[in-house]
């Protein structure tokens, strides 16, 4: 329901002007036309005005919404809040004149000054006296969201914030995005918006991201697919060019004005209903607001260029979009942030941020990941310089004790293990040997770049019975003996099932052969039948389900070169 307040102290404000007014009017009739949750909620505008020569955010005479009028808790919080005032110049003394309580500093002066959204889901720690009243008011959780208005012919990059809505309610999680979902859709029905961050388009004036855009979609579609992420998307920095920060705390110092911005994403849909699906409040959140530099491990990786994993984000406290969207699914869901340039747009930082189910081995899935990066994302490199693929180190957040334990990874054999405290100096990246040859496998189109990727995770169950008769039952082996072709020559060696992947395999095969690349790969399955491998997924199910006649895995190498010849021949 919709509500407005009238009072005889008009004298007390200056007069609103027609935009003031024409702004009103838009957050009235939005609140109006939204369909809210059947929870208990209050929403309300906190506008800018003028009183006394004070430049201040009041709700006082502003448009309302509350899930039921006649709640006296609700009734109780909305009139408290007009009697606070936020103030949003230069002064810090309460005049005595003035009938209003002004507070300095908290999360509405800091949403509208910082033009973020400002997330409150545990106030006890905030010293401002109208939160404490929205928790005595049984409002938990609350939400302070920047409005902006421009002109149909302005650029978004030039509109400005005209208030902050607040959303006050008992709801958690899933909940609130929905209401910021609504909130969104209803203010853009009416000229008014978020700062929807798809919208601030940065990258129109950065030459040549569209390059590194498309490149980077399609990077993130194949990595989602070939190894099961719930979650991959990239963050760009942003400047904002907005006012001065201010802290939505009293003790804070002000922040950066540089933020971070979703550039794109790859969400999987679980049409199963899977609990993972909780995740999709998150993506949508990234899709609306931007994140503050430092903030979140992307944020953090954004900022130091540190690679960072955590097994269980559901305990990050950090980060606002996470918690706001937070769920107990969330518990089960492992995080790794890089941090990478592309030789396509110079010194732009590209933040990818990778989210996948707890459960996964992350001693394979880590190289494994960084291994299908360089293959798709051939112009890009880390922002320390080093190339994707090589040894690498990366900081552990362990959530229990608040601490980060740095490990390295070595994508060649896939093993990760912590490092010794005197090696915190040591570079994130380390460059290979400068003798050794990098090839990049060229970039194929769409329709081939599917073929040979994971389209069975680990938990795969094969159900043809024609697979089950003629192939063997390899849960219990512990290492697999490979023999693989190449021209005349023939040569065989064994790996363990736990590190057999397609790094491993062609490590093996340019030991000890001289094999020129590009050159392809391929095994005898259990029809007899020779397919491409060049995936970890596919050395799995080539281990799963060979012949059970056999006692090793056959290969076969071509040179790509020798095979363009006798094409053309």
């Given at each position: 329901?919709?509500?407005e ?6 004298n ?30 209050l929403?309300?505008?906190?506008a ?7 430049q ?19 009734q ?8 606070y ?9 309460q ?5 209003m ?16 959204l400002e ?30 208005y ?19 309610t ?35 004036t950065?030459?040549?991201?569209k390059?590194?855009?498309?490149e ?9 697919q ?29 922040m ?9 994403g ?9 609990f ?57 869901v ?27 081995n ?27 693929g ?25 093993k ?81 099932v ?11 095969i340019?030991?000890?052969?001289e094999?020129n ?34 006692s090793?895995?056959?290969?076969r ?13």
């Open positions: 329901m919709m509500a307040d009238k009072s005889t102290e008009d007390l404000y200056s007069i609103v002007d027609d935009h003031r007014r024409v702004i009103q009017e838009k957050i009235k009739c939005a609140f109006m036309n939204a369909s809210w949750l059947h929870t208990r909620w929403i309300q505008f906190w800018p005005v003028s009183i006394g020569g004070r201040l955010l009041t709700s006082f005479r502003q448009p309302v919404a509350l899930s039921n009028h006649g709640d006296p808790l609700l109780k919080y909305r009139l408290l809040s007009q009697r005032a936020y103030s949003i110049d230069d002064h810090v003394n005049e005595e004149d003035n009938p309580i002004i507070l300095i500093g908290g999360p509405v002066a800091a949403a509208f000054h910082n033009n973020f997330v409150v889901l545990e106030a006890n720690h905030l010293e401002n006296p109208l939160v404490h009243s929205a928790l005595e008011c049984k409002l938990a959780s609350s939400l302070f969201i920047p409005v902006f421009c002109h149909p012919s302005s650029e978004m990059k030039n509109a400005s914030c005209v208030g902050v809505i607040e959303c006050s008992i709801s958690t999680g899933s909940d609130l995005v929905r209401v910021l979902n609504e909130l969104k859709n209803a203010l853009e029905r009416v000229g008014l918006n978020m700062f929807h961050v798809q919208k601030c388009r940065p990258y129109k950065i030459r040549s991201l390059h590194a855009r498309d980077i979609e399609e990077a993130l579609a194949i990595v989602c070939s190894h099961n992420l719930i979650l991959a998307q990239v963050w760009i920095p942003y400047e904002n060019e907005s006012h001065d920060h201010v802290s939505s705390s009293l003790r804070d110092t002000q950066e004005q540089t933020t971070a911005v979703k550039l794109i790859c969400h999987t849909v679980f049409d199963d209903g899977d993972l699906s909780s995740i999709t409040p998150y993506h949508d959140t990234c899709d609306m607001f931007p994140l503050k530099m430092g903030e979140g491990l992307v944020g953090k990786t954004l900022q130091t260029y540190e690679t960072h994993f955590c097994r269980n984000i559901g305990k990050l406290s950090d980060n606002r979009l996470l918690m706001l969207s937070l769920s107990p699914a969330t518990n089960n492992s995080c790794l942030t890089i941090c990478l340039k592309s030789n396509h747009t110079g010194n732009l930082d590209y933040g990818f941020e990778l989210l996948w189910h707890q459960s996964r992350y001693h394979i899935l880590l190289p494994s990941l960084l291994i299908t990066l360089k293959r798709f994302l051939p112009s890009f490199t880390f922002a320390c310089g080093a190339k994707l090589d040894e690498f180190s990366f900081l552990a957040v362990d959530n229990s004790e608040g601490n980060m334990i740095r490990c390295s990874c070595n994508s060649n054999g896939n990760l293990s912590p490092l010794q405290s005197n090696t915190s100096s040591t570079p994130l990246l380390r460059e290979k040997d400068s003798g050794r040859e990098e090839t990049l496998i060229p970039k194929r189109k769409l329709s081939d770049q599917f073929i040979g990727l994971a389209e069975f995770s680990e938990d795969y169950s094969y159900t043809s019975s024609s697979c089950s008769s003629n192939c063997a039952k390899s849960p219990d082996i512990v290492s697999v003996m490979f023999k693989a072709e190449y021209g005349d020559d023939l040569i065989a060696f064994h790996l363990p736990s590190s057999a992947t397609i790094v491993a395999v062609e490590k093996q340019s030991d000890r052969c094999v690349r590009p050159y392809k790969l391929e095994y005898l399955d259990y029809k007899n039948a020779w397919i491409l491998m060049d995936e970890d997924a596919d050395v799995r199910f080539c281990i799963k389900y060979r012949n059970e006649n056999s090793h895995i056959r290969l190498v071509t040179n790509n070169c020798l095979i363009q010849m006798r094409r053309s021949e």
